[in-house]
């Protein structure tokens, strides 16, 4: 049965494909719908020629399964001695690098990163299996036997490596485009670093002791499902199956192998002929075949143009219709329709790009450089302001309508609090009959860890690491970035609330809700910042530094969070996840701020606010920038027309999301398909960029054909098939950052033929 696209952003479906399209870091991430049976009912399946079939080519719906207990295990496959293998560490954490690598390329692109869960869990099995079966048992290294749990700690590497791209496609590029770093990212490598390493660990020890909250504690009273984690583990459990699950496996493998590869070359070759292999401008076409004497480029200038991009057509294949066609109508709107009316009226202006005569009418609607942005707006930073306060008022809106899970959640908390304290007075020797009623649960809502008391992580050593990285934090902010202990303070309690705000939101819906974490967080700055009268560039820094550590411990908590809910269910030893964590983290802390450091360098345009034209265009950038200055500059820069429009907008976009809580449910649930996902919307008023929308609705409108037609082939090929696209590009395009600066890129050797302005 083929896997359905539910719904996007604050809205979800357990098992649905969801992506937080949030520029802040959007993030993504999958559940296939992956049958599981019993090893004695279910029926052979089986890869052949490209396509699996089973028995009477139909995949039986499985049936109901306790998504509160570990998956049983499976007779067919032999017990694992060793998993924290030097082979599956270092094999995890290349495979979050290259993760890591790609988000920064995507990030900067569009505001999405992506997830290296099932990324690594593909990869790292088709690796590691081959080593297994080619090298003898005893072979150093590399030999031995391969089992779902060593899959689990590659996948757990790779995710713990892969992450934290996320503040530097958002924070770290707003200081630098605001003028509050150094001018050259390369002298502050090791100041960003030290930066990155506290928000790591910070998230790291602080999921620590979440893990027994919300995986075992509270998950069966909040039906905290993970639904990304538990479709790892389903994958994981799949492939490594006694019947079927090797040729699933290889088929997979093969799938992303090809579609990473095809990504991969074509990003990279297409840089020396963009007009043809990448960008089709069909309306500068029109006007170059009408002799330079049409309307035709007036479309042009709004950025309405075809961009074969895989990245954004795999995810289109993976988000689903509804998602992909709002962020489409959203350009449409914004692009088509409110733009151009605004120029017309004369509310907002252009820049001519071309001093050529037969290009007199090529203008940019999307420069940033202005020299009176309140009265003389440019249509990009007229838009710009609906777009992020619909995206604030929609997620906190979303998050209100949560409010009972949130009621219940806290109970919860208190209830767990005093369990887990009087487990450990009774450790002692000790016991609170207060503590004890306090902490009672119904029988029917405990979960039981499977994990042995030696396997577990004990408190003594992420306490004291927790601690540290608090105190680490603040010596940090202090001494690099100029924030008093106050504020720094402040900053770590609400990396504290987000992170459990952020887990527990992710275990019920699969979202992430790291808007509301960084745009509340930086408005509490901003609050405390205007009481103390502080000069205006010290109030951006420590605004857009403490949003940053607070939506990044928030974001990492998450994601080891969901990695433990994967060993959770493939009973692999917390301990040694927390280990294989913590390693990965190493390489996020130096590897992300390098990714950053190579895009400015060989694209200086991203931290040049006054850049007519980039490649690069930071809507998340866009958007910490916007709010930091609308907090803390006493002259509020923005148009009043575009204030009151954004306040309208944002009311709007409210409505929309109560009418879809509150009045499309029970019979009339089946309606929430067609009402727009206004966070794509909003996402689409802040990115000048059409064609990314045009590009996910091509995917999504493959992929529906696809589930439609050969339900069955879409669940093995489609993940893997997306996941290679996805992540060929990112790759493709950190190569094409190294050739910039080498010299030989396609500004150097290319051809600008069939691009407006004759440049591409």
Known sequence: MAAQHGTVVQSLELGSNVVDVAPDTARFSFSPSINRHDSNEKKSTEVQEGVAVSDDDEVEEETAIDPFVPFPLDPGVPEEDNILRVRSVV???????????????????????????????????????????????????????????????????????????????????ALYQLGLMSKDPSQDFWRIVSFTAVCAYFGFFFATPLRKFFIIYLARELRLVFPTGTATAMTIRSMHAAVGGAAVAKAKTKALSIAFSASLILRVVSQYALGILWDWHIFTWIFIWGKYNNLAINVENWGWLIEWTPAFIGSGMLVGLNPAYSFLGGSVLAWGIIGPALVHT?????????????????????????????????????????????????????????????????????????????????????????????????????????????????????????????????????????????????????????????????????????????????????????????????????????????????????????????????????????VAQGIGCVVAIFLAPAMFVLFSKAYPCINDVEALTCPFSVPSVAAWRAVAIAVTDPTFPIPPSSGIFSICFAIFGALTIIFKNFYLVGHRADYRAYVPNMMAVSLAFVLPQTYYGTAMSIGATVAYIWAKKHPVNFDVYCY?????????????????????????????????????????
Request: charged share 10%; with cysteine; hydrophobic share 45%.
């Open 91 to 173: 094999l995890g954490l290349i495979c979050g690098a290259l993760v890591n690598a790609s988000n920064v390329y995507l990030g900067l692109k569009t505001g999405w990163t992506f997830s290296a869960n099932l990324f690594g869990a593909i990869l790292g099995f088709a690796v590691i299996k081959f080593f297994s079966t080619t090298f003898a048992e005893n072979f150093p290294i590399l030999g031995g036997k391969f089992g779902p749990k060593e899959n689990n700690i590659i996948q757990t590497a790779a995710t713990s490596a892969g992450g934290l791209s996320s503040i530097f496609v958002s924070a770290i590029p």
């Open 346 to 578: 004369g509310s907002a202006f252009g820049v001519q790009l071309s001093e050529d005569p037969k290009w007199a009418n090529y203008i940019s609607f999307a420069s940033l450089s202005l020299d009176d942005p309140k009265n003389s707006p440019s249509p990009r930073y007229w838009l710009l302001w609906p777009g992020v306060l619909t995206m604030i008022v929609v997620s906190f809106t979303e998050l209100f309508c949560q409010w009972q899970i949130i009621y219940f959640a806290g109970r919860a908390v208190v209830r767990a609090t005093a369990q887990g304290t009087n487990a450990m007075l009774q450790a002692a020797g000790k016991n609170s009959p207060w503590l004890e009623k306090k902490g009672t649960s119904q029988e029917t809502n405990l979960v039981e860890d499977s994990a042995r008391e030696e396997d577990q992580v004990k408190w003594y050593w992420w306490l004291p690491g927790l601690i540290l990285i608090m105190i680490l934090t603040c010596v940090v902010l202090g001494l690099q970035y100029n924030m008093p202990i106050g504020e720094s303070v402040l900053t770590i309690v609400l990396g504290f609330v987000f992170s459990f705000l952020a887990v527990q939101c992710t275990g019920v819906t699969d979202i992430t809700p790291l808007t509301t974490a960084s745009k509340a967080s930086q408005i509490v700055l901003g609050g405390a910042t205007k009481g103390q009268h502080w000069a205006v560039p010290d109030a951006q820094r420590l605004n857009l530094i403490g949003g940053a550590i607070a939506s990044g411990a928030a974001g990492q908590a998450t994601d080891l969070t969901v990695d433990f809910r994967v060993g959770f269910l493939l009973r692999t030893p917390p301990k040694l996840q927390w």
């Open 720 to 760: 893997a098939v997306a996941a290679g696209l996805i992540a060929g590009e990112g790759i493709g395009g950190v190569v094409n950052a190294i050739f910039q600066v080498a010299g030989i890129s396609g500004d150097v050797y290319g051809t600008s033929i069939a691009c407006p302005g004759d440049a591409c």
